[in-house]
């Protein structure tokens, strides 16, 4: 118990954190979860489970604890205590101090079990029932507790190598015996050299893990060379940030998506990854579940060349094919269709009449980018509500996230402190306080004509971002409502003419070009055909969906049922920290732990 007011915001964390460390000694499932809010949650990576979890509500954690407080690091010891040796931390990020939400307290720790080395965050509120008591106490509880596994004991992440006088072998030597070595006994094989495969490569690597990538294209960086040329990234460089390597300070605020392209090529030299380009996987890979390897078969630049990893890892994103409706008379009109996908800028187009069909951000983008270079005059179907929030309230939201000048890894800790669908409330709470900035946009859109929401639980485009990556919009308000691009809502089209598109409603638009920006089919397709479809079944944690019903990413980063098969799905975030609990699972396996 504390004194209202009288306690600083050390005191009141440490005092909480000295109450968790004593009930997990003495494994009391019941006094743990008696520290939370009773709608609090927690996120366990790796911790308790082989797992990357969370749970909400005092009835799920205590479920959880009771099933899991016997030290899953170590199976053989159950006499054990689960974790132990709890630090406050001090250091200016996580120290603890007040935090974002209204009245909180939050702050870090570390701690250890017989096998790892932990950290973990927590944001702290008082009990509102001892709040509002008489009594001169008040109980702080947790409303968030992110626990996790930083490293395994011995196997600790090394840094940058100090010692000038390491010359013999050279530095050269030493990356040409490790590239042959890597070569010929690859532990783990990354399908993909996206942001995700690079980071996850990267990561790997420093964890001391052989490693190669295979990637399709012939240059890595091709996937967003290929994007069209006036794509900026919707995020601050803050958010984007490649693991280990940040941006240069003159780097612009907004990532082009072709100097990204750039910059993942150079990154993928300058982390020293072994990536192949211009390869394969043919057939499908095959698992012996007697030696818990791999065959693969590689198609590296007209070379077949076998490979046999413990580990395979699908970088290749969430996106499937491209999803092309097809309509009547398609065949007989005169002008251009295409997927957005295949459009490359809209300075290709001038003077043409435009249709494209989809508000959601690659709709936005191009519709902007065909009115801006000259087009004659642009069209956007809009098949769906969509989510709008202008870009000044995302960004202010991400900053606020990933502020400048905070190291990256901070920023991403600190993100995953808070569980996906916790962020989600918070972000449904706090939205009246943007409103008087949103709503002459989103007004102005309603009188267009175009149909306008609020997202998922009225919690915004980030709401949208973490549970579909796709169907949001921060683009090209003021065009519509200016109407220098017009708005057709909830009509689809019924067929094609020689020179126009027919709706529904009977109307008509003349069209030189159709733009398809309608989005991609499931990877599940996608995954049959790289992977097989005897794998594929055998596959339940196959990320179809973005998130799972914990709000964890589904089957990603995680035990997906089919042994040494991974995913590394999501954002650029979730691929730099992830990559560690990722690689700290590759490690237990070898070590004999899982």
């Known amino acids: 118990m504390l004194t209202k007011h009288q306690s600083s915001e050390t005191e009141i964390f440490s005092s909480w954190i ?56 170590d199976t053989t010891n159950k006499t054990s205590n689960p974790v132990s040796n709890f630090a406050v931390a001090s250091d200016e990020y996580f120290k603890p101090s007040p935090g974002r939400l209204p009245g909180s307290i939050s702050g870090g720790f570390t701690f250890s079990t017989l096998i790892a080395n932990g950290k973990g965050m927590v944001t702290l509120l008082e009990d509102p029932v001892s709040r509002q008591s008489d009594h001169e106490t008040s109980e702080w509880k947790a409303t968030t507790v992110f626990v996790t596994l930083d490293s395994l004991k011995g196997h600790e992440e090394p840094g940058a190598l100090r010692d000038i006088y390491l010359r013999n072998p050279t530095w050269s030597e030493s990356r040409e015996a490790r590239l042959k070595t890597t070569s010929k006994e690859t532990e783990v094989l990354i399908i993909g050299a996206g942001q995700s495969g690079l980071q996850v490569a990267a990561r790997l690597q420093q964890m001391r893990i052989p490693t ?152 936005a983008d191009i519709a902007l980018d065909l009115s801006t270079r000259g087009a004659a005059s642009v069209l956007l179907v809009q098949r769906s509500s969509t989510c709008v929030q202008p870009a000044t309230t995302v960004i202010e939201q991400l900053y ?86 017009k708005i057709k809502s909830g009509i689809l089209i019924e067929k094609f003419t020689q020179n126009s598109v027919v709706f529904e409603d009977g109307s008509s638009v003349e069209a030189d070009v159709v733009i398809f920006a309608t989005g991609y089919h499931n990877m599940y397709e996608t995954l049959r055909e790289l992977l097989g479809n005897e794998v594929v079944e055998q596959t339940p944690s196959v990320p179809i969906n973005l998130i799972d019903e914990e709000g964890e990413l589904a089957g990603g980063y995680r035990p997906t049922g089919h042994p040494g098969l991974w995913f590394a799905p999501g954002s650029f975030p979730n691929s730099r920290l992830c990559s560690k609990y990722l690689g700290i699972q590759i490690q237990a396996m070898k070590l004999g732990y899982m």
């Open 212 to 363: 190669i990538v295979v990637e399709k294209d012939e240059h890595v960086g091709d996937v967003w060379r290929r994007r069209y040329s006036s794509l900026m990234l919707h995020t601050p460089k803050s958010h984007h940030n490649l693991l280990y390597q940040p941006f240069p300070t003159n780097w612009p605020d907004w990532t082009p998506g072709h100097r990204l392209a750039d910059w993942l090529e150079q990154y993928s030299v300058s982390q020293d990854l072994l990536v192949w380009t211009k390869s394969h996987i043919v057939p499908p890979p095959s698992y012996n579940w007697e030696t818990g390897k791999w065959t693969v078969t590689v198609d590296k630049k007209g070379e077949i060349v076998t490979v046999h990893p413990k580990h395979l890892i699908v970088a290749t994103g969430f996106l499937g094919a491209p999803h092309m409706p097809t309509f009547d008379g398609q065949e007989q009109f005169q002008g251009q269709i295409l997927h957005s996908d295949k459009f490359s800028s809209g300075a290709e187009f001038a003077g043409k009449h435009c249709v494209v069909i989809g508000t959601g951000c690659s709709g």
């Open 18 to 73: 000295t109450q968790f460390a004593k009930h997990l000694e003495q494994k009391d499932a019941q006094s743990i979860t008696s520290l939370f809010l009773p709608d609090g949650w927690l996120r366990d990576f790796l911790v308790f489970q082989w797992d990357l979890r969370t749970l909400h509500g005092h009835e799920q954690i205590l479920a959880y604890l009771l099933l899991n407080l016997q030290n899953p690091n």
């Open 400 to 485: 606020g996230a990933y502020p400048e000048g905070v190291p990256v890894e901070v920023s991403d800790f600190k993100s995953h402190a808070t569980p996906t669908k916790r962020l989600f409330e918070i972000l449904s709470q706090t939205r009246n306080l943007y409103w008087d900035r949103e709503k002459g946009l989103i007004e102005g859109l309603r009188k267009a004509g175009m149909q306008v929401d609020m997202g998922p639980n009225n919690a915004g485009v980030l709401g949208l971002v973490y549970t579909r990556y796709a169907g949001f919009y921060i683009g090209c308000g003021e065009k519509i409502i200016s109407g220098q691009i």
